[in-house]
């Protein structure tokens, strides 16, 4: 007879349980340092409102002795108007899960308390992404030519931002998802509003729950998040909901023809300097958009905003001006300050490397004109007396309560002249999910 082992004593032996959870999933969010905090309350109304001088009174030139002087003209003024968008998470448990949990004794967290406190995380999270991207809430775009009758779906351009690598690089498990005509707007389909079960490990397809339906879906859809799997209609979805982010604050038009009522053709000083790189990074096209926000808006650039594997690219580039010798020759370092997460700068300009950054972009921002207005600064709703709210009514009550977290903001630039991007850098991206 064989001795006694732990695979037969197994039902013996105890197991021992660590101290805690262990949160896994970030939620830094650098950019918003950028941007000045205002009180939309202030303003009241249904929008913050101002006018912007937009064209300067060109009744001036130089003329002849007894001459013709220049005829009178007149400042131009067109009236900028910030809608407040507004963002909500919600969570809800059972009563038999709140006492179950109560006390270190029984339950790892107290499952109200974790909830609770992993809601904020996932909505900075998403806060994150809509910093840097243009108000629509494109999560990426349908890459599939019959994107219906099957459950995976091959998706690329993550954020709505042209490219082939990883388009569900935004795009999570759980995630309630819906297809919008790009021309119009419109839902697909309610056939096209599906629950995402997975995201494959090189972002270039999703597993829904069921096959989109609907004959009008097609390659190039929007993929933006809905509220539920009930909706119908595409004002219960977030396209055109988000915030505003530096994507079409920080634009000449290329991604956002009207910044916060204000039509960069009409008005080209709404206009950001762009440069389409299409290809490596360098000090002169760096020197060339710091040079451009000053021609066109005397911008003073305080930030260089960009995704890691461009700040990779821009390591790259100054690797033939840097010695690899510490202070011990024996033990050279060929690494940098961005090794232990410290500031690169270009030319003193400090350069912030942000997760949610688009592929291949590189922000120059001036700071002066970045603002941030908030109406309601992040709060649990409790209006009833009460955060949390028990669920249903009459025969339909429940033993189970909700709540739900509530911010209400938006981004401006009051001088989108004053700064200027890069597109297109050409860099090596290691793919990476952003959860």
């Not at 101002?50 to 005829?71: D, F, H, I, K």
């Not at 406190?117 to 992404?129: A, D, E, V």
């Not at 911008?299 to 033939?320: F, H, K, N, P």
Request: with cysteine; aromatic share 6%.
């Amino acid at each position: 007879m064989p001795g006694q082992d732990t695979s037969s004593f197994d039902t013996v032996l105890k197991t021992v349980y660590g101290p805690g959870i262990i949160e896994l999933l970030p939620t830094k969010t650098k950019v918003l340092d950028i941007f000045q905090e205002m009180d939309a309350k202030e303003w009241g109304g249904r929008f913050v409102e101002y006018p912007a001088m937009v064209g300067r009174n060109q009744g001036a030139g130089w003329a002849s002795e007894l001459g013709a002087l220049p005829a009178a003209q007149r400042l131009r003024h067109t009236p900028v108007r910030i809608p407040m968008r507004y963002m909500y998470g919600r969570i809800g448990v059972s009563a038999q899960v709140m006492k179950a949990s109560e006390g270190a004794k029984n339950s790892f967290a107290n499952a109200m308390e974790l909830e609770m406190r992993q809601l904020l995380k996932t909505m900075q999270s998403q806060r994150g992404r809509t910093i840097m991207h243009d108000g629509r809430g494109v999560m990426s775009l349908i890459n599939d030519t019959s994107p219906t009758g099957s459950t995976t779906l091959d998706i690329d351009a993550p954020g709505g931002v042209a490219g082939a690598t990883n388009g569900g690089r935004f795009i999570n498990p759980g995630d309630v998802i819906a297809a919008i005509a790009p021309g119009t707007g419109a839902l697909r389909s309610a056939g096209s509003v599906r629950t995402v079960q997975s995201v494959a490990t090189d972002g270039t397809s999703l597993v829904l729950d069921a096959a989109m339906s609907g004959a009008a879906i097609a390659d190039n859809d929007f993929i933006v998040k809905a509220a539920n799997t009930a909706v119908t209609d595409a004002s219960d979805t977030s396209y055109q909901k988000e915030a505003m982010g530096l994507l079409g604050l920080v634009d000449d038009g290329t991604n956002l023809a009207t910044l916060h009522n204000v039509n960069r053709t009409t008005y080209p000083i709404y206009q950001s300097g762009r440069i389409n790189v299409n290809g490596g990074l360098s000090a002169d096209v760096l020197q060339r958009i710091i040079d451009l926000a000053d021609e066109r808006g005397d911008g003073e650039i305080s930030d260089l905003i960009m995704y890691q594997s461009v700040r990779r690219a821009y390591l790259s580039m100054t690797e033939g001006d840097r010695r690899y010798t510490a202070g011990d020759l024996s033990r050279p370092d060929a690494g940098t300050v961005a090794a232990k997460r410290g500031r690169l700068t270009f030319g003193g300009i400090p350069i912030t490397e942000e997760k949610y950054c688009p592929y291949g972009t590189i922000f120059a921002v001036d700071r002066m004109g970045m603002k941030r207005f908030v109406e309601t600064p992040g709060e649990w709703a409790e209006e009833s007396g009460a955060v949390l709210k028990q669920i249903g009514t009459g025969n339909s009550l429940q033993d189970a309560f909700e709540a739900y977290y509530r911010l209400w903001e938006n981004y401006h630039n009051d001088y989108p002249a004053t700064c200027g991007r890069l597109d297109n850098v050409v860099s090596t991206i290691v793919v990476a999910h952003v959860d």
